[in-house]
C-alpha cells in the first residue's frame, strides 16, 4: 500500500511556520509583507481560487489587496494598473489570475509584471533563470511545492527517471526543468495525446500527471514502485472532486501517491506564500526563503 503524500498537512506546517516568521519581522517593526491579486471577470473557478489565495494571506499575516475587474477591463487598463503596482514600494507580490478574457492578450500581460514581483514565476525572466540553472529565478507555484513535498517526504529523486505528462508553462514545463536544473535525473515530458503513452508512464520512477483528464492514468500503465504525483483536478458528474490517476487502482502498486483533493493544490497555495515572504526578504536584504532557493 503506497505512502500517502499528505499536502493539506504539510501546507499547514508551512503556513504556521510562515507565520511566526512575519510575526518576528513585525516585532523589529517592520511591516507585513504583501500581495496584489487581480482578477478580471467572473469565472467561477478563478473566484475560489483568489478567496482561498487571500484565507491563506490572511492566516499567515501578508496583506493581500484583491482587485476584482469586471470582465470587459480593457487590455491598457489592466497593464497601467500593473505598472502602478510595479513601482509602488511596498508591494511584493503581484499575481494576475489566470485565465484572462480574450480580448486580453496574456503573454503581454505576464511580461508587464516586474520580474522581481513576480510570484507565480511566469515572466520569461524567471522561466529563463530556470532553464538555464542562473540563481535568482522566482519558480512557478505548482513545481516549487512539489518538489517540496518530494523533499519533505524523503522521496528519492536523484538520477531517478522522470515522466511528466502534461507540457504547460504552468506545471509540466517547469516542472521538468526543475528535476534537469538539479537532480540530473532523465525527463521525459508527454502531451495527452502522446503516441503510446504507456511506453512512457510505465519507466517512471517518478510520475507527475497534470492534464486535467479523470483516470488518463491507469494501474496497468505504472510500474510496481512507483511515486505519483496528480496534479489534475476534475469534478465527476456527481461531484465528486478526482485527480488526473486512477487513484484507488495505482495506489495498490505505488511507492508513494498524492490524493486529490489535499495532495498538491494544498502545496500551490502555500508556495505561492513561500514566494510572496521570499521576495519581501530580499527587499530587505535578507536571503531568499530556504525553501524557495533552489
Partial sequence: MAQILDGKALAKRIREDLKKEIDGYLKKGMRNPSLVVILVGDDPASKVYVENKRKACKEVGINSLVFNLPAETTQEELLNLIKKFNEDDDIDGILVQLPLPSHINTQKVIQAISPEKDVDGFHPLNMGKLATGMDG??????????????????????????????????????????????????????????????????????????????????????????????????????????????????????????????????????????????????????????????
Wanted: positive net charge; hydrophobic residues 45%; proline residues 8%.
Fill in 137 to 294: 529565478a522566482i519558480i512557478p507555484c505548482t513545481p516549487l511545492g512539489i518538489w517540496i513535498m518530494l523533499k519533505h517526504y524523503k522521496i528519492p529523486t536523484f538520477k531517478r527517471d522522470v515522466v511528466v505528462v502534461g507540457a504547460s508553462n504552468i506545471v509540466g514545463k517547469p516542472m521538468a526543468l526543475l528535476f534537469l536544473r538539479k537532480e540530473e535525473a532523465p525527463v521525459s515530458v508527454c502531451h495527452i495525446n502522446t503516441k503510446n503513452l504507456k511506453n512512457y508512464t510505465k519507466t517512471a520512477d517518478i510520475l507527475i500527471v497534470a492534464v486535467g483528464k479523470p483516470n488518463l492514468i491507469t494501474p496497468d500503465m505504472v510500474k510496481e514502485g512507483v511515486v505519483v504525483i496528480d496534479v489534475g483536478i476534475n469534478r465527476t458528474e456527481d461531484g465528486k472532486l478526482v485527480g488526473d490517476v486512477d487513484f484507488e487502482g495505482i495506489k495498490e502498486k505505488a511507492q508513494a501517491i498524492t490524493p486529490v483533493p489535499g495532495g498538491v493544490g494544498p502545496m500551490t497555495v502555500a508556495s505561492l506564500l513561500l514566494n510572496t515572504v521570499s521576495i519581501y526578504r530580499m527587499k530587505h536584504g535578507f536571503t531568499p526563503h530556504p525553501l524557495t532557493d533552489i
